[in-house]
Structures are given as structure tokens and as C-alpha cells.
């Protein structure tokens, strides 16, 4: 069964950095394309960086140059920097994986991990 269980999350003001962990089990995760999203204001989350199995990857506009995701086969986790961190960073972060290869959509999710950034 998959299992994707997020840590890192925390409070911090802006500027500051955060690192967010996601642990996975039951899927190959050295061919798996991973993700992180957040909730944002509506009903659909919001993609905010993916990998793909090659280590090639995408990260929302709003994001590109503070945030980076990686992947360490070796420990089936996958990582989020976080850097100059701002208030509209606030949300809940989970973690997807997204396929095999390349991230096509999330099919299983973490249970989520809180960033909050004050001004």
C-alpha cells in the first residue's frame, strides 16, 4: 500500500527557509515521478514543483528561483527547499506521486504539512 508521510513544515517569517521531507513506501520510487502541491484558495491544489524519474522538473511560476525539488532514491524521499520565503507562501504542502517517468497527475497523496510565513 502507498504511503507518503510529509514533515518540515513550521512557521517562519519572511525570507526565511524552510526544508519540507516526504517519505514514501509501496511504489518504485526510483522511477516514480514526484510532486508537491498546495491547497491554495480554491478547490483544486495547486502543483507547486514536480520530478521526474530523469530529474528533470517543473515548478509553478510563482515559485521558479525560491523553491527546489530533489529526490534521493536511496532514501524513496523526496524534498522541497523552500527559500525567501513570503506570506503568500502560506498553505498546506502535501506531497503526490505522479506516475511513472514523467509527472502526467497526482494519484496518491500525503496527508499535508502546514507552512505559515508572517510578515
Known amino acids: 500500500q502507498v504511503q507518503l508521510v510529509e514533515s518540515g513544515g513550521g512557521s517562519v517569517q519572511a525570507g526565511g527557509s524552510l526544508r519540507l521531507s516526504c517519505a514514501a513506501s509501496?511504489?518504485?520510487?526510483?522511477?516514480?515521478?514526484m510532486g508537491w502541491f498546495r491547497q491554495g484558495q480554491g478547490n483544486e491544489r495547486e502543483l507547486v514543483a514536480a520530478i521526474n524519474r530523469d530529474g528533470s522538473t517543473n515548478y509553478a511560476d510563482s515559485v521558479k528561483g525560491r523553491f527546489t525539488i530533489s529526490k534521493d532514491n536511496a532514501k524513496n524521499t523526496v524534498f522541497l527547499q523552500m527559500n525567501n520565503l513570503t506570506p503568500q507562501d502560506t498553505d498546506v504542502y502535501y506531497c503526490?506521486?505522479?506516475?511513472?517517468?514523467?509527472?502526467?497527475?497526482?494519484?496518491?497523496w500525503g496527508q499535508g504539512t502546514q507552512v505559515t510565513v508572517s510578515a
Open positions: 503526490a506521486t505522479g506516475g511513472v517517468g514523467y509527472f502526467s497527475r497526482a494519484n496518491y
Open positions: 509501496g511504489i518504485h520510487f526510483n522511477i516514480a515521478a
